[in-house]
């Protein structure tokens, strides 16, 4: 799994829902260089994952470009 993915899908739902990456990041708990971790291969934990995916209102699989719906498995 490319997990560079998840920054592409966070970023495509920020904007979706009209919302910084910054705000995002700071609401959901996640560190202010997640974007430039996982572009450079280091794989987020699953509470943070599930934490972003529950502030952006999607699915984990969604973040992990498993499937282009977001509300599959909420």
Request: proline fraction near 3%.
């Amino acid at each position: 799994m490319n997990i560079a993915i998840i920054a592409e899908m966070v970023k495509k739902r920020c904007k979706d829902r009209n919302v910084s990456i910054k705000t995002t990041l700071e609401e959901s708990g996640a560190n202010r260089n997640f974007i430039y971790d996982v572009e450079h291969g280091r794989c987020p934990s699953a509470e943070i994952m599930l934490s972003l995916a529950e502030y952006l209102d999607c699915s984990v699989d969604y973040l992990l470009g498993r499937t282009d719906k977001p509300e599959i498995n909420k």
